[in-house]
């Protein structure tokens, strides 16, 4: 009877082993499953920092470009869309949506990584009529400028009737568009 217990002992050691290596390959697999589901993870932050940073140089851009052109050369007090130049490039209006008192132009912003070009636009709008309420109830007249930044080519964006706060991406661009707002408010 010795050998008998003896052999079965054995066979379930044998049982143990196999059932210890089945756990412990698992345990490796659902290790190396996550590692590579946080890598998957810092590898999108990763690319959407990179779109905040060139959507946010697009608007800052923008923003300069408005700035100069009002400030410096008071352009817009015209009441017609003027020629404008940024950069070396010339801001196109966007005529749709501009008034004699409110202006919109579109400005390729490209960025140079490495060897790539990364095209990037600005859009933004020059508001010549744009009142402020003060807190003693008197309204001042201002110029509102806001520049919106966005990481896609100025030719996939497209404006609906509603203006500049109604725009839409084609060619699938929607579905990669980071946009980041900056704006400057000061008295006429």
């Not at 905040?52 to 007090?77: I, M, N, P, R």
């Not at 060897?115 to 009529?129: H, L």
């Amino acid at each position: 009877m010795r050998t008998f217990f003896r052999k079965n002992k054995k066979n379930n050691e044998q049982g143990f082993v196999a059932l210890f290596a089945v756990l412990v390959s698992s345990i490796l697999l659902l290790m190396a499953l996550s590692i590579s589901g946080v890598a998957y993870k810092e590898q999108l932050l990763s690319v959407n920092a990179k779109s905040s940073q060139y959507s946010f140089t697009a608007a800052d851009t923008g923003l300069e470009c408005a700035l100069y052109w009002d400030v410096k050369q008071a352009v817009f007090s015209t009441g017609a869309n003027p020629s404008l130049t940024c950069g070396g490039m010339p801001p196109q209006p966007v005529v749709n949506i501009s008034t004699p008192t409110f202006f919109v132009y579109t400005l390729p912003v490209n960025a140079m990584v490495n060897t790539t070009t990364v095209p990037g636009c600005a859009v933004f709008s020059i508001n010549k009529d744009y009142n402020i309420n003060n807190p003693d109830g008197t309204v001042t007249n201002a110029t509102k400028i806001e520049a919106r930044g966005y990481n896609v080519d100025c030719t996939n964006i497209e404006y609906g009737i509603g203006g500049i706060g109604d725009l839409h991406f084609t060619n699938g661009a929607g579905a990669r568009a980071v946009e980041r707002l900056l704006g400057a408010t000061y008295a006429n």
